[in-house]
């Protein structure tokens, strides 16, 4: 499974980013999906999760009502849009992928369920 992150990017306290991910190397629509995220000096953390077929989702409390998540399986592609986001958001967020045995399920909050990570991309929040 290959996965590849964009989007992130210096901006402001109260600002907007989406990070997109495309994936490839498996039938993206069986697998849920999520975003993962690693502050300076945390462990990495599920921010968000989607199942199979994006009628399911997971937000960290940290995030509920400013982050969503979306995927469009026609594209292989799943999207975390940030608004209102804060200092503390920043970190490297990766977009993740369950094991090959999790089809048609999701959505998975804890990090230990992904083990196929895409290379990250930088998000800082300015105050």
């Known amino acids: 499974v290959q996965l590849q992150a964009f989007g992130g990017g210096l901006v402001q306290a109260g600002d907007s980013l989406r990070l997109s991910c495309a994936a490839s190397?498996?039938?993206?629509?069986?697998?849920?999906m999520g975003w993962l995220r690693k502050a300076p000096g945390k462990e990495p953390d599920v921010v968000a999760a989607i199942n199979w077929s994006g009628q399911s989702t997971y937000y960290a409390d940290s995030v509920k009502g400013r982050f969503t998540i979306s995927r469009d399986n026609a594209k292989n592609t799943v999207y975390l849009q940030m608004n209102s986001l804060k200092p503390e958001d920043t970190a490297v967020y990766y977009c993740?992928?369950?094991?090959?045995?999790?089809?048609?399920?999701?959505?998975?909050?804890?990090?230990?369920?992904?083990?196929?990570w895409g290379q990250g991309t930088l998000v800082t929040v300015s105050s």
């Open positions: 993740a992928a369950p094991s090959d045995s999790t089809t048609y399920n999701g959505p998975y909050y804890s990090t230990n369920e992904y083990p196929y």
């Open positions: 190397g498996r039938t993206f629509s069986r697998y849920g």
